[in-house]
């Protein structure tokens, strides 16, 4: 049955991921792709904070699978950041390219921290 968790949280994640995309990319005119910087940094927050939860006790191994593999499995997406990645710097924006590198590891990193920071500011 576990397996079913994984589904349905992807079923959320999807979508989620391709219309915060749209929504965020929309209103940026730019070529640096902000719609998946945001997306993956949002994933990577919310990631810590279950990690976290689940550490404390405050959260399931059935939640994890539902939000932790399914719903951020299915929301972040290293695919779509290391091919625009590759894009920006063939295209000659290597500026962006190096910055989209560094910055979604380092924001992704960060966020992951702050969400475990956070979940065990609760529930310690």
């Given at each position: ?6 589904v349905?949280?992807g ?8 219309l915060?995309?749209r929504?965020v ?13 945001t ?27 539902l ?49 475990a920071?956070?979940?065990?500011a609760?529930?310690a």
């Amino acid at each position: 049955m576990n397996w079913l968790l994984v589904v349905v949280g992807g079923m959320v994640g999807a979508p989620l991921r391709y219309l915060t995309d749209r929504a965020v990319q929309k209103r940026h005119d730019t070529v640096f792709p902000w719609g998946t910087f945001t997306v993956n940094v949002a994933g990577c927050l919310i990631l810590g904070l279950l990690t976290g939860a689940v550490l404390a006790g405050a959260a399931s191994s059935d939640v994890q699978l539902l939000l932790g593999t399914g719903l951020c499995g299915a929301l972040t997406t290293y695919s779509t950041f290391s091919y625009e990645t590759l894009r920006l710097a063939e295209d000659g924006a290597r500026f962006f390219a190096v910055a989209n590198a560094v910055a979604s590891v380092v924001a992704g990193l960060g966020a992951a921290f702050v969400g475990a920071a956070f979940a065990d500011a609760l529930w310690a």
